[in-house]
């Protein structure tokens, strides 16, 4: 097999630079398996290590800085039939280690080569993760005040089968890149280098050195034995086609027309256990039904007991570009604890918009119109006025009809659910409602 080097984008190291040795050990270990350009990508980020994909003729994909691990992840698992490459330094160790040690819990079959060179080489010599503490470095005492990161060690104890220290003055170093690539399963060389343009400007490096320091650490068996495991996208692949299919989503036909022409805002402002969400997710099935485009936006819960207090809701026959609610149309008030929350969005409304508001409720002052149906004489309870609200929105044709939302409810709900909503929306009683006048929404005081 020929090489994959490009000899129009020859390697642009520093001159005594070991990156150029594990260039030339890769283009080998290349043509040992016999591997073409189509079959292989490699991944890359910022730094001397980032230039790789630039020298051969393969795929490729240049990203930021610590993060080549999680591109490749979604490489691998679209295109599993490819032999995904990363090379990083020791910089993006540092910076993405929570990725490399997702990537040695996962076990994807992707081979990682870190260049380390013991510095951030490409932006002034500072100290890394890997930087020993005696050494002289650009970043002045900081490194002195850390522990420098055994890689393989941490791969190991992280979940990683295939982990190799070498040094790239190694005669054997292309044996060692094919060994990690052929290795079926996520695996790592740690390969140890000179950087001339940084390091060595202050402190003594040579191949020498490099080779009697790696034979002073422990040995490691590979592949480790308590981190055998099957690959996982083919575990993944395997797994995924055992399971039920997943229904197709339900689709709505237009079959109804929208009492209101243009964009509508709904806010729902409740409380946890008041059923808001379901509320808005009804409202937006209620808007599919008359063709209109439609978005749901809810309140993050904050702790997991407490449910969300708001949902804001927009239908509108254009396509929705932004979700912000400043001035709703229609504002459903169910519990103090959401108005309290959303009492911003009193401020601006003006006369054209309707609030309905649940008994007992303190509104900040506004200009809309309020309406206050006699929810407790109909009996209804707490986690059922977020339905009635709509209710009462639709028996008035106001954003949606009753058309619309009996036909969202059968959507959205079936059997005793159903019924027991259908029932619930028919109960609503709007004759009754009151409209105060003057002031027009009570004061929160």
């Excluded at 707490?382 to 028996?395: C, I, N, T």
Aim: charged content about 20%.
């Amino acid at each position: 097999m020929s090489s994959l080097l490009n000899i129009s984008r020859p390697p642009v190291f520093c001159a005594g630079c070991s990156h150029k040795r594990i260039t030339h050990g890769l283009d080998k270990a290349f043509q040992n398996m016999g591997l073409s350009g189509e079959q292989i990508v490699i991944v890359t980020d910022i730094g001397c290590s980032g230039l790789f994909d630039t020298f051969f003729h393969a795929h490729a994909l240049h990203g930021l800085h610590g993060r080549a691990l999680t591109y490749a992840a979604g490489l691998k698992m679209a295109r599993p039939e490819l032999n995904v490459i990363v090379t990083m330094g020791d910089g993006g160790l540092g910076i993405g280690g929570a990725h490399i040690l997702s990537a040695c819990r996962r076990n994807l079959d992707i081979t990682l080569f870190i260049l380390n060179n013991f510095n951030f080489g490409m932006t002034g010599g500072q100290f890394s993760a890997t930087t020993p503490s005696e050494v002289q470095v650009g970043s002045g005492f900081l490194n002195r005040l850390e522990r420098p990161l055994d890689v393989c060690r941490v791969m190991s104890s992280a979940g990683a089968a295939y982990v190799r220290r070498c040094s790239s003055y190694a005669k054997d170093l292309d044996e060692e890149i094919e060994n990690a690539i052929r290795f079926e399963g996520f695996s790592i060389i740690d390969i140890w280098g000179i950087c001339p343009g940084r390091y060595t400007k202050r402190n003594k490096m040579t191949p020498k050195i490099i080779e009697d320091s790696l034979a002073k650490l422990p040995y490691i068996t590979n592949p480790i034995p308590e981190n055998i495991r099957k690959e996982y996208g083919r575990h993944y692949r395997k797994l995924a086609a055992e399971q039920k299919p997943f229904p197709s989503p339900a689709k709505i036909e237009k079959k109804f027309v929208a009492p209101d022409s243009g964009r509508r805002e709904v806010v729902i402002l409740g409380s946890a256990g008041q059923r808001i969400i379901t509320a808005g997710e009804i409202l937006c099935l209620a808007g599919l039904t008359a063709g209109l485009q439609i978005t749901q936006k809810n309140e993050y819960d904050i702790t997991v007991l407490r449910g969300p207090c708001i949902s804001e809701v927009i239908l509108s026959p254009e396509e929705i570009g932004y979700t912000g609610i400043s001035t709703p149309h229609v504002i459903l008030a169910l519990s103090q604890e959401g108005v309290d929350r959303g009492k911003h969005l009193f401020d601006h409304l003006d006369k054209n918009a309707l609030i309905i508001r649940a008994e007992e409720i303190h509104l900040p002052r506004c200009n809309a119109e309020v309406q206050q149906p006699d929810f407790k004489a109909q009996n209804i309870k707490s986690d059922d006025l977020a339905l009635a609200a709509l209710s009462a929105l639709a028996k008035q044709s106001r954003v949606i009809t009753l058309d619309m939302l009996e036909s969202a409810l059968a959507y959205r709900f079936e059997d005793k659910a159903l019924a027991s909503a259908r029932d619930l929306v028919e109960r609503v009683n709007i004759n009754g409602t009151s409209s105060p006048s003057l002031p027009k929404c009570l004061l929160t005081s």
